[in-house]
T-cell receptor, first 112, second 114 residues
Framework: QKEVEQDPGPLSVPEGAIVSLNCTYSNSAFQYFMWYRQYSRKGPELLMYTYSSGNKEDGRFTAQVDKSSKYISLFIRDSQPSDSATYLCAMKGSGNTGKLIFGQGTTLQVKP | EPEVTQTPSHQVTQMGQEVILRCVPISNHLYFYWYRQILGQKVEFLVSFYNNEISEKSEIFDDQFSVERPDGSNFTLKIRSTKLEDSAMYFC????????????FGPGTRLTVL
């Protein structure tokens, strides 16, 4: 079983739609959960950062972590064409490791 | 807003040649990382660096790879003898802390080995 699984898509939605992106993971030691956005041939840009379980909201973005199900989600409300990118989930354990484990990334296209 | 910078943006080299990829992390950050992303694949961890030494490395980071902080601002990744399979995007990242710290990524260096 892969440590982090993410459906690569592509996911195509109309402008204004609510987008739901998800990752599952197998390592129960993961404590920190992140979502990065990556435009083509660019570096990952941090969107959301969550510690342990719960929800976090920032503008149109909401991140959810359910550690009991080993499942994390990113919701994008009122999606815009500028949201078209690849969304990467990433996670790491506690302790002194900074090593991030990434999902495959989901490619999102928001059509005007 | 402070950001991680990387040079060059694109490096083309012949198989067997040495390459050095350069990064300038965010100035008050203490932890530095290299990741790579082969086209169409996941971003993969290579190495983390703190207090002038490697703190963790992956199986990918073999004897052909080395990292260095030659001065107070630069952080480099050297590949001693490049192979075709080293062709990838290489990302540098930095953070204030290891465990809870948020990692900020640079724009990447695209390495093409011919």
């Amino acid at each position: 079983q892969k440590e982090v699984e993410q459906d690569p898509g592509p996911l195509s939605v109309p402008e204004g739609a609510i987008v739901s992106l998800n990752c599952t993971y197998s390592n129960s030691a993961f404590q920190y959960f992140m979502w990065y956005r990556q435009y083509s041939r660019k570096g990952p840009e941090l969107l959301m950062y969550t510690y342990s379980s719960g929800n976090k909201e920032d503008g149109r973005f909401t991140a959810q972590v359910d550690k009991s199900s080993k499942y994390i989600s990113l919701f994008i409300r009122d999606s815009q064409p500028s949201d078209s990118a690849t969304y990467l989930c990433a996670m790491k354990g506690s302790g002194n490791t900074g090593k991030l484990i990434f999902g495959q990334g989901t490619t999102l296209q928001v059509k005007p | 807003e402070p950001e991680v910078t990387q040079t060059p943006s694109h490096q083309v080299t012949q198989m067997g040649q040495e390459v050095i990829l350069r990064c300038v992390p965010i100035s008050n950050h203490l932890y530095f990382y290299w990741y790579r992303q082969i086209l169409g694949q996941k971003v993969e961890f290579l190495v983390s660096f703190y207090n002038n030494e490697i703190s963790e490395k992956s199986e990918i980071f073999d004897d052909q790879f080395s990292v260095e902080r030659p001065d107070g601002s630069n952080f480099t990744l050297k590949i001693r003898s490049t192979k075709l399979e080293d062709s990838a995007m290489y990302f540098c990242a930095s953070s204030e802390e290891a465990s809870g710290g948020t990692q900020y990524f640079g724009p990447g260096t695209r390495l093409t080995v011919l």
